[in-house]
């Protein structure tokens, strides 16, 4: 999807399967280097709630950004985590559709606009997840929600580090580099691979979701996630059977 592609990559594009729910509690070097320190089990505890807030607070409006050489591909959903679904509007390069997802695959349709009439779109065109990184952007999404709260002691242990502060939308966030893949040894389980997550959590003194970075190609720039804190109506999509979300 990345350059002139990058509107063809949310018809054509995707990705095989993204990492695991483990490895996107990740995070990439958003804080100066010599400022970042392994997290205490009172920020561990924090970082455990995070996908539950998320799965709370559903459906969730989002907005996703994915950068590309030529333009970024923007994406504005709701995303309903008891359903596993989300539906929204694109837009790259000028032009607009509309985009849903599920955990098989995603569909898309030509124009539509934004979200202000949500059951517009008629001539939805199907397709199973491909390695693009707008597939991989939409799949990360999904993942984000979670109907239980993390183990914080373990949590704690498999790397998450305290990477500073940051303000946005008049909010003061805490962002954390979250836990990496872990290997046992004789001694226990020990984080493993990068030194570093590729996935960063932007989350506030309760515990609450605000922004994910993720960084999905080697050297590229993060794909951004914000939650904007705002609970709507999961729109009509063009799955076989429409699920009504339950949590109004």
């Given at each position: 999807m990345m350059g002139h592609t990058a509107r063809r990559a949310l018809r054509h594009g995707g990705c095989a399967a993204l990492l695991t729910a483990a490895l996107l509690m990740g995070t990439t070097a958003c804080g100066a280097p010599d400022r970042r320190r392994p997290v205490t089990l009172e920020e561990a505890q924090r970082l455990a709630l995070a996908r539950l807030s998320?799965?709370?607070?559903?459906?969730?409006?989002?907005?996703?950004?994915?950068?590309?050489?030529?333009?970024?591909?923007?994406?504005?959903?709701?995303?309903?985590?008891?359903?596993?679904?989300?539906?929204?509007?694109?837009?790259a390069l000028g032009r607009d559709g509309r985009v849903a997802w599920d955990a098989a695959g995603v569909s898309v349709a030509p124009?539509?606009?934004?979200?202000?009439?949500?059951?517009?779109?008629?001539?939805?065109?199907?397709?199973?997840?491909?390695?693009?990184?707008?597939?991989?952007?939409?799949?990360?999404?999904?993942?984000?929600?979670?109907?239980?709260?993390?183990?914080?002691?373990?949590?704690?242990?498999?790397?998450?580090?305290?990477?500073?502060?940051?303000?946005?939308?008049?909010?003061?966030?805490?962002?954390?580099?979250?836990?990496?893949?872990?290997?046992?040894?004789?001694?226990?389980?020990?984080?493993?691979?990068?030194?570093?997550?590729?996935?960063?959590?932007?989350?506030?003194?309760t515990g609450v979701l605000g922004r994910v970075e993720a960084v999905l190609t080697s050297g590229g720039d993060p794909v951004t996630v914000d939650f904007t804190g705002r609970r709507s109506p999961l729109p009509p999509g063009p799955w076989p059977s429409p699920v009504a979300s339950t949590r109004a």
């Open positions: 998320v799965y709370e607070s559903g459906p969730a409006s989002v907005l996703l950004r994915v950068p590309a050489a030529d333009t970024d591909v923007g994406v504005e959903a709701v995303v309903d985590y008891a359903a596993h679904r989300a539906l929204g509007s694109y837009h124009g539509g606009g934004r979200l202000e009439r949500p059951g517009a779109a008629s001539r939805w065109s199907r397709r199973s997840y491909t390695r693009d990184p707008v597939d991989r952007a939409l799949r990360l999404v999904l993942a984000l929600g979670s109907d239980r709260p993390e183990n914080a002691q373990l949590l704690a242990q498999s790397g998450p580090q305290w990477l500073g502060e940051k303000r946005l939308r008049g909010h003061t966030y805490t962002l954390f580099a979250g836990p990496r893949p872990t290997t046992r040894t004789a001694g226990g389980a020990k984080p493993s691979g990068p030194p570093t997550s590729p996935v960063t959590y932007w989350i506030d003194e």
